[in-house]
């Protein structure tokens, strides 16, 4: 494979980017958050020097692989979210249908003009999804992410859950996922939580309820009801100081989740969900 096509084919994409940022949208690098940092940065406006607070190990090879990517012209300028959603808000319309909305679990309306929509809760929020966009009912800017993440939802429809829970290393082709799981959301979690379990029971509330399993399972089991037809667990396991064991934390996912959203989506959501609950302790902690 000629080194075009290699890099092309394994990219780097704004997430990568947005992962080894500490994600406190500081505006150290002259932009509001670190996503607008990401976003640029792939398509070469802006220098990764530019934040001084990317993790450095992480850092050095994504650099050299990204000034490679750019010398060969990749990603520049029109590869962005925009084009994701450009492609998405098309092939939406066919799935705009009562059908779909029965199978995704929303509900189907049809404005004046005759635009067709679907109307479905979201982690607390009801969204609205149209060709010309997705928006918030109570009002919250929605991320291009969040957008493309709903766009992804409604097409191609969604199964019925099987109510069997697995860790992400049982899903299909999932082996490139597990370590960014583990090292963006499990980890971070449980460090953040380490000693104070009731901080993160805290944190969960709201966006988790409390749910009873087989004794021994975890310490703490949360359910979160993201969208009607994906719910994920979370698995808490205080720290045994004792025993030398530090505190742990473990998605768990439903055993037919594949057939709904894409690995992709998946370690978005998780990385959404872990957001929030470190920013909820940490305002916790303020307070
Ligand atoms: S300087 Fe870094 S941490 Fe701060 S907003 Fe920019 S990308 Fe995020």
Excluded at 192 to 215: C, K
Excluded at 227 to 246: H, I, M, N, T, Y
Aim: glycine content about 6%.
């Amino acid at each position: 494979m000629d080194e075009k096509r290699e890099l092309l084919k394994n990219r780097i994409v704004p997430l990568d980017i947005y992962r080894i940022t500490p994600k406190t949208n500081c505006g150290d690098c002259g932009y509001p958050t670190c996503l607008a940092f990401a976003t640029q940065a792939v398509v070469g406006e802006n220098s990764l020097d530019a934040c001084p607070h990317l993790d450095p190990d992480a850092l050095h090879p994504l650099r050299e692989r990204l000034e490679r990517q750019l010398g060969q012209g990749i990603g520049k300028k029109r590869e962005s979210f925009e084009k994701t959603l450009e492609f998405l808000r098309a092939e939406v319309s066919r799935w705009l249908t009562p059908a779909n909305a029965s199978a995704v679990g929303a509900e189907f309306f049809t404005l004046e003009g005759g635009e067709a929509g679907l109307r479905l809760p979201y982690w607390g929020d009801t969204v609205v999804v149209t060709t010309s966009d997705v928006i918030s009912l109570k009002g919250r800017a929605l991320s291009p992410w969040e957008k493309i993440f709903l766009y992804n939802y409604v097409v191609g429809g969604a199964v019925e859950p099987s109510e069997r829970w697995v860790g992400m290393e049982s899903l299909p082709n999932s082996v490139s996922k597990i370590k960014s799981l583990r090292a963006h959301c499990e980890e971070p979690l449980a460090k953040a939580f380490a000693d104070d379990a009731s901080a993160l029971r805290a944190a969960a509330s709201g966006l988790f309820h409390e749910v009873e399993t087989a004794q021994g399972e975890a310490d703490w089991v949360g359910e979160c009801d993201l969208l009607p037809k994906v719910r994920l667990r979370l698995l808490w396991w205080s720290a045994d100081l004792q025993e030398g064991f530090p505190a742990r934390v473990k998605f768990l996912f439903d055993a037919r989740v594949l057939e709904t959203l894409d690995l992709e989506s998946l370690l978005f959501a998780c990385e959404q969900i872990v957001e929030r609950l470190l920013e909820k302790g940490r305002r916790a902690r303020e307070d």
